[in-house]
């Protein structure tokens, strides 16, 4: 079994003082968001692991050794990691909400959507199995925008937590329907994992979840505003 902690903060916590805990990597990335709201996102995130991952190793937050190598292009825009360590983290961030979910041993994967604004029935149709769609679509109207982004963020969090991403075909990827409990059914080419997946409430807005490839112990959320206030 594996404890899970959960950290939520918001974009408008960003600082100056963050980007003095960045490596030369962060750095460059920061420097390159034309747009405030994204480099903010990216802010907190880097933000929160780094503190984080301090108060858990003891080591100072600038000195934590962090690659974020693309498995495909080796880009220095992949799924983070603490190099030498059994520490696992998954980053994700939507609109105003930055999350981060920290576990030991295992592999997890956070996503958190802002719920609205997407081309929801043209996504559904990419990312949703045949059986999700014809559920979905029999859906009553306004059930249908949360129960979109229930599919949607269950999915991205097991394609966080395999490290897949976006590259996993989404409609080979069955997962429970939203008014069941979020259970993995099939993951693409029949790969079985022991996945346990569990839908996270961000807020007013938003839809997340969180899938760990193992048993899930204790989950504990946290409100990231104090750490980054420091
Ligand atoms: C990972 C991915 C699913 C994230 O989707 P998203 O909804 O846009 O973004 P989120 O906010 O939920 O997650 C972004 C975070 O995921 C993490 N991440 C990046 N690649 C990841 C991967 N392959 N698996 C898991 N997490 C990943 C990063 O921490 C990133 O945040 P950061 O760069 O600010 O630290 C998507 O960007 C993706 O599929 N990326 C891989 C695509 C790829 O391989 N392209 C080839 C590049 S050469």
């Known amino acids: 079994m594996t404890d899970v902690q959960v950290w939520w903060g918001r974009a408008d916590q960003a600082s100056a003082a963050h980007v003095e805990l ?10 390159r968001f034309r747009v405030a709201s994204a480099r903010d996102q990216f802010t907190v995130g880097c933000a929160i692991v780094r503190l984080v991952l301090a108060d858990m ?29 059994d520490l696992r983290f998954s980053v994700s961030h939507s609109g105003d909400r930055i999350g981060v979910a920290f576990a030991t041993g295992v592999e997890l994967g956070l996503d958190v959507e802002r719920a609205e604004g997407r081309d929801r029935d043209g996504v559904a149709d990419a990312v949703l199995t045949p059986a999700e769609l014809a559920g979905w679509r029999a859906l009553p109207e306004p059930q249908r ?14 394609v966080k937590a395999t490290g897949d991403g976006l590259n996993a075909p989404m409609d080979e ?18 790969l079985a994992l022991d996945a346990t997946m ?26 990231a505003g104090p750490l980054l206030a420091g």
């Open 57 to 85: 190793t003891g080591i100072a937050p600038e000195k934590l050794e962090l690659d974020r190598e693309c498995t495909r292009c080796a880009g220095p825009h992949g799924k983070p990691r603490l190099v030498g360590s």
């Open 22 to 31: 960045f490596n030369e990597i962060e750095r460059d990335r920061h420097a």
């Open 173 to 190: 990827l069955h997962v429970s329907a939203p008014g069941e409990p979020p259970r993995l059914l099939t993951y693409p080419g029949g």
């Open 198 to 223: 569990t839908d996270l409430d961000p807020g007013p807005g938003y839809a997340a979840a969180l899938t760990v490839l193992g048993p899930l112990g204790t989950l504990t959320v946290h409100d």
């Open 145 to 158: 925008e949360a129960a979109f982004y229930t599919y949607w963020t269950r999915k991205e969090s097991v």
